[in-house]
């Protein structure tokens, strides 16, 4: 008689390959089926070939070859596929067992999908995981959630997957119920959007504004992965600035200059928009990548659209300092914008996030990994309330230190023509959220005006709401009114 599989795995694209692969080497047997099933053909007679890893031609053959509770994670692309999926699977397993999503899913689908397969007695897991390709493989960063019973069932596999940290901890833990941890994923995804174009803009600064070259800034790239700025996306930009193109050019300057997207990062910034929390990075970053898709409307612009000529008269080590320091304070706002957002979803949807934790989760494996964030765990470890990343002692004093590089860089941006919509509106953001007094008080009196919208006074107890008849002309009725 066959040896029963630990887990089943649907989807045998770049991530289920290699997840596949990565299971297997740690010493779970894996069974898996794929639509087409060639494919599956196609795998074991190749990096399959060898080795504990079984294939299955139909559904019913995938469920019987699993060991109870049977374990079946999908890897399909997001949306209809699948809930198809799950609707296929279910009248295949029994009490109890368990259906892993493991793409990026939308957390309101798992919500939704976990509360559907939980009325059936089965158990349902959505889990986001980071790290790409080689992460898959390797180790990924693992963020699960949904029905908590399942948690031990999977954990033995998912946290012997992992990336591990320096001391050997995994990169994996239990988020949270329902959508949880496909919501800390989709977080994870909105700072990478910051990430990435938070270096952009530095790398632009550089190129139009210094007219230093790739491999100058490659070694620049280097030297910063040194040090406070050292991560994955640092690391991969050095790479990629001192890659050369079969004429022996830098292969990054005969790149199209237009971004795709997957929808996370809109997912991030419309859902902060739905908490009222000002996500202001991270919904540059993705406005960011909407303005390069329209390329050829671009190109038309730059003909009848005039600005200053870039020039640079200064100190270009000098600037570059400045640049680093601008990127890193960036960074800061970046982290401490998603862990409000975090905050606020915890506390509408009643999760009990470990927010030192997420941070330890990220630290390996992921895109976003990098040096920095142990320091958020340490902010939590030291004060799990804290309600800003920007309050913790060793971030205030951070950016407080870069401040003046910063403003210095914005400034640079601004009189040279230079777009740099994170960085501006990260420091923006830092400065809004350090004023004691901003100008909404016009704004409320502006909407009491036309509206009705009625205010709040500054001599009078906060939750007490007045209106003003402002042109003699309006009656005493007030509009309801409407606070985030």
Known sequence: MNKLSDIGLIGLAVMGENLVLNMESKGFRVTVFNRTVQKVDDFLAGRAKGKNITGAHSIEELVSSLSRPRKVMIMVKAGSAVDEMINTLIPHLEKGDIIIDGGNTHFPDTNRRTALVESKDLLYIGTGVSGGEEGALLGPSIMPGGSKAAWPFVKPIFQAIAAKVEDGSPCCDWVGDNGAGHFVKMVHNGIEYGDMQLICEAYQLMRDMLHISADEMHLVFKDWNKGDLDSYLIEITRDILAYKDSDGKPLVDKILDTAGQKGTGKWTAVTALD??????????????????????????????????????????????????DALYASKIVSYAQGYALMR???????????????????????????????????????????????????????????????????????????????????????????CERLPQNLLQAQRDYFGAHTYERTDKPRGEFFHTNWTGRGGSTSSSTYNV
């Not at 990548?289 to 730059?302: D, G, P, Q, T, Y």
């Open 344 to 434: 606020a979803a915890a506390a509408e949807y009643k999760w009990d996030f470990n927010y030192g934790g997420i941070a330890l989760m990220w630290r390996g494996g992921c895109i976003i990994r990098s040096a920095f964030l142990s320091k958020i765990k340490e902010a939590f470890d030291n004060n799990p309330s804290i309600t800003n990343l920007l309050l913790d002692p060793f971030f205030r004093d951070k950016v407080e230190k870069a401040q003046k590089g910063w403003r210095n860089v914005v400034s640079a941006a601004v009189t040279n023509g230079i777009p740099v919509p994170a960085i501006s509106a990260a420091l923006g953001y830092f400065d809004g959220y350090r």
């Open 275 to 324: 908490h009222g929390i000002p996500l202001t990075l991270i919904g540059e970053a993705v406005f960011a990548r909407c303005l390069s898709a329209i390329k050829e409307e671009r190109v038309k612009a730059s003909k009848v659209l005039h600005g200053p000529n870039p020039a640079f008269s200064g100190d270009k080590s000098k600037f570059i300092n400045d640049l680093k």
